[in-house]
């Protein structure tokens, strides 16, 4: 099945602590993405990525980071900078990230701060 | 600055009730507007993409037509398994790459 597998579907983090998501795709795009998703608010543009070992910063970048070693990975690190990271992330792939193509989504992590 | 705003916010239906949701956007060259649903906890799910003014698209009961300022999602005889938030987006004119800016969303509620 081809696909976007987002993980852990819940993640808590203490305050202070570093934590990584975990995205993965086998659908062979070229681009992902990492969206946040909060009440009322449109989904936010974190990172994304066009092409391996490349990535540029989103719209909300600062106190996150991300990498991107191989196509089907793109995990993002939550960084204690971070200071209001409780919200709902969810990751995107594009076929290329040049073409005016639809994304498609992760089932998403939703990142509570205890 | 590229915007959507969509609206209402909220709208609730009994089913067979027809409705339009609207999306208003400003952005500089369209290159797509997009349409999604998103059921609780879960991510967006694709429904329809709209590229200029005039075209439409439908998908059962679904119907997504295109302006040069807005798209609407017209809901005909609407059932209860269609309750969900549905989500706007249009590529960011600024950008050649495919980042999206997103409106809020309209949260949809069909009573049986």
Known sequence: DGG??????????????????????????????????????GLRLIYYSQIVNDFQKGDIAEGYSVSREKKESFPLTVTSAQKNPTAFYLCATTRTGIMNTEAFFGQGTRLTVV | EDQVTQSPEALRLQEGESSSLNCSYTVSGLRGLFWYRQDPGKG??????????????????????????ESFLHITAPKPEDSATYLCAVIQGSSNTG???FGQGTTLQVKP
């Not at chain 1, 987002?6 to 993405?33: I, W």
């Open chain 2, 99 to 101: 980042k999206l800016i």
């Open chain 2, 44 to 69: 967006p799910e694709f429904l329809f993409t709209l590229y200029s003014a005039g075209e439409e698209k439908e998908k059962e009961r679904l119907k997504a037509t295109l302006t040069k300022k």
């Open chain 1, 4 to 41: 976007i597998t987002q993980s852990p579907k819940y993640l808590f983090r203490k305050e202070g602590q570093n934590v990584t998501l975990s995205c993965e795709q086998n659908l062979n795009h070229d681009a992902m993405y990492w969206y946040r998703q909060d009440p009322g608010q």
